[in-house]
């Protein structure tokens, strides 16, 4: 038997080498993508990742066997061959495969790089044994160890490199430096476990023969980079056309709620700190309805572009529009003090004018604020902290942020639970209706009620207005509660005519939601004609918001309610939006002096206020009520101002129907007594 000795081509090994520097380099990147992708979108990229990996490595182990110049000719047996291209298949199944655990500590990953080595130690024997020669292979053991423990080595670097750069971007100076290096440990346990072969042979001829085949070795060579070159390919794909489309917002080019995800997987720490800033523009409903889509779309360019500019000098911040006119910024490791600082620059320039398609547009925006830790550590709790906080800034009166707080949290669990409560008691028939008498302080006699809606509450007792009231009317129950409200109050006012107990109207206050239902008219007129009842003894309130809201057809409708003889008031007049230059135009009989006026009547400028809303209402041949009246001082000073209808707790408070009657018995007495 005679000693082969074996050579190599130096440019084929090069070509197995930069066929190994491909392959680890779409290795990394398929990596980092199998981690961000999730559900079928994963399998598939694990899939291919596994494939294009494993052929890769294949290819590099075939393209270096046909570097080797043994002086026999060579072939391969072909279910041996694919078996060991399966084998490496397999191996990198099992990279990808550890590489997708969230917590992955030395050992596991040492146990994921001993299989993913074994798999590639049976893949390059197995391509041994498929060689079929004259020659005889045996193998020296301590080198044959050594590539074993190439392999093992290398497994554990690929797993390491995969886990370190699963969050980096598709191209990267390191991923690709890394790259270099995996080719080098991929070539070295190829050729370490080539050189532990030895070849023997009887028919050898020193020099003679060839084994080197240019067109398979064309073929494998082209097969390879068609593979990895087609996975590069589909990455460039993925990552310029699809994952913008998947991740990015189409109209401001920020982030959307997909990229958010991804960015508190990858790059969010609480346990560093951070914050959370839920950025959401006030009454951009209305520029939507007034001015169209077009116009708020072009409006939301701008706002994103300015967000942009605000955070350009600030580092770990990230900008996220997660749809409609709402916006979210991440910030990793800011001091509370910073995060403040900022939400005022936001709230400052966002107050800055607008001008889009000629359009001047002042804007505001609430903010609500979590902070990581302290807040929560997983990205919907921070969000959820972080959106209790804006809708407090909501309700505090907007343009304004609000941090998080824990009785924000008790509030909202309060306000899902009156919610949920709500339904229950309007079918269970919880609410109940007081009455609170307007009085004639000249004539000194009953002039009309106000009924008032109250809730008891099974196990919270009397829930207050102020509080229901608003959840009732976001949830849409405000409108089947005001049409019981309208029957009970003509129902009662029936009963107290027909007892003699009082012949004067009850007013009842609407919502906005009535308007938009556009069925007030035909409730008002269904209940009067039930209980037999004139027009006049119903009065509607509305607010200032309502009356001016050009939405909806309010003056169409309450001019067909007056029509019936009822009669409108504007309640609260003096603090909403109402525009003096068109109050003669509306359809209203009363004005409401808003009892913050009649609080604060000892102050000049309040007295001043009323005297003014007063000559108002009397120019415009409207009657007056001054609400809220509690003292003698202020009863008196309004009646010397020319009010003389008076409601407040001076002359009575709300009171359940059955009081009222002995209510009214007392006060007529006390009436005929002074005089």
């Not at 310029?240 to 109209?251: F, G, K, P, T």
């Not at 119903?538 to 309450?558: H, K, P, R």
Request: net charge negative; with cysteine.
């Amino acid at each position: 038997m005679v000693q082969l000795h074996v050579h190599y081509n130096g440019w084929v090994v090069f070509l197995s080498y930069v066929i190994a520097v491909l392959a680890s380099y779409s290795a990394l990147v398929a990596a980092s993508k199998i981690y961000r992708a999730e559900g079928r979108i994963r399998s598939a990229w694990l899939a291919a990742g596994s494939f294009v990996m494993g052929c890769g490595v294949w290819s590099m182990h075939f393209v270096g066997m046909l570097a080797m110049h043994v002086g026999v000719h060579v072939h391969y047996n072909l279910g041996l061959t694919l078996l060991s291209g399966f084998a490496s298949i397999a191996a990198s199944y099992i990279a990808f495969r550890a590489t997708l655990r969230e917590e992955v500590n030395l050992l596991k990953l040492g146990g994921g790089g001993f299989f993913m080595g074994m798999g590639i130690v049976i893949m390059h024997y197995t391509g041994m044994a498929a060689m079929q020669t004259d020659a005889v292979i045996s193998y020296e053991p301590w080198i044959l160890a050594c590539s074993v423990a190439v392999a093992l080595a290398a497994s554990y670097a690929a797993l390491y490199l995969f886990r370190l750069f699963r969050f980096a971007p598709d191209f990267n100076v390191w991923k690709m430096a890394s790259s270099l290096v995996m080719g080098v440990a991929v070539c070295g346990m190829h050729y370490t476990g080539m050189a532990a072969a030895r070849f023997q042979s009887d028919s050898a001829v020193p020099g003679g023969g060839s084994d080197f085949d240019p067109y398979l070795l064309a073929a494998v060579s082209v097969i390879a980079l068609v593979i990895v070159g087609t996975l590069i390919g589909a990455l460039f794909f993925d990552r310029n056309v699809l994952e913008r489309m998947a991740y990015l917002d189409s109209l401001t080019s920020l982030p959307n709620r997909h990229g958010l995800h991804r960015y508190f997987e990858g790059r969010f720490s609480a346990a560093n700190g951070g914050a959370v800033l839920f950025i959401d523009l006030d009454r951009f409903k209305t520029v939507n309805d007034t001015l169209g889509h077009d116009v708020g779309d072009l409006l939301l360019q701008q706002l994103a572009e300015r967000l942009r500019e605000t955070i350009a000098g600030e580092e770990k911040a990230e900008l996220f529009r997660l749809g409609g006119d709402e916006f979210l910024l991440a910030w990793g490791e800011p001091s509370v003090e910073k995060v403040e600082a900022l939400a005022v620059r936001i709230l400052r320039t966002l107050k800055q004018p607008f001008v889009v398609n000629e359009n001047v547009l002042y804007m505001t925006a609430s903010i609500g604020i979590s902070l990581a830790p302290a807040h929560g550590t997983e990205r919907s709790a921070l969000m959820k902290a972080a959106d209790t906080a804006l809708y407090r800034s909501k309700a505090a009166g907007k343009n304004r942020y609000c941090i998080y707080d824990e009785n924000m949290e008790r509030e909202q669990f309060r306000r899902l639970e009156l919610e949920r409560d709500l339904r229950k008691a309007y079918a269970e028939r919880q609410f109940f209706v007081v009455y609170q008498p307007k009085w004639d302080s000249v004539s000194d006699c009953l002039s009309g009620m106000e009924a008032l809606l109250r809730w008891r509450h099974p196990q919270l007792g009397i829930i207050s207005p102020m509080e229901f009231i608003p959840i009732a009317e976001e949830s849409g129950l405000i409108i089947p509660i005001t049409e019981w409200v309208i029957d009970e109050v003509c129902g009662q006012n029936r009963k107290w005519r027909e007892t003699g107990v009082a012949s004067v109207p009850v007013s009842v206050n609407m919502s906005r939601r009535m308007f938009e239902s556009e069925d007030l008219f035909e409730v008002i007129a269904a209940s009067l004609e039930r209980y037999r009842l004139q027009g006049s003894t119903l009065e509607i309130e509305i607010t200032e918001s309502v009356a001016m809201n050009n939405s909806v057809d309010v003056v169409g409708q309450l001019q067909r309610i007056r029509a019936l003889g009822v009669r409108v008031s504007m309640d609260d007049f003096g603090t909403g939006y109402s525009s003096l230059g068109s109050l003669d135009e509306m359809p209203v009989d009363i004005l409401k002096i808003d009892q913050v006026f009649i609080r604060k009547s000892n102050i000049q400028t309040k007295r001043a206020i009323i005297s003014n809303i007063i000559a108002i209402a009397r120019n415009l041949e409207l009657e007056v009520v001054a609400e809220g009246v509690e003292t003698k001082e202020q009863m008196e000073f309004l009646q010397a101002r020319g009010c003389r209808l008076i409601q407040g707790y001076y002359y009575g408070k709300p009171m359940p129907p059955e009081e009222f009657g002995r209510w009214l018995d007392q006060r007529t007495m006390i009436g005929t007594e002074g005089r």
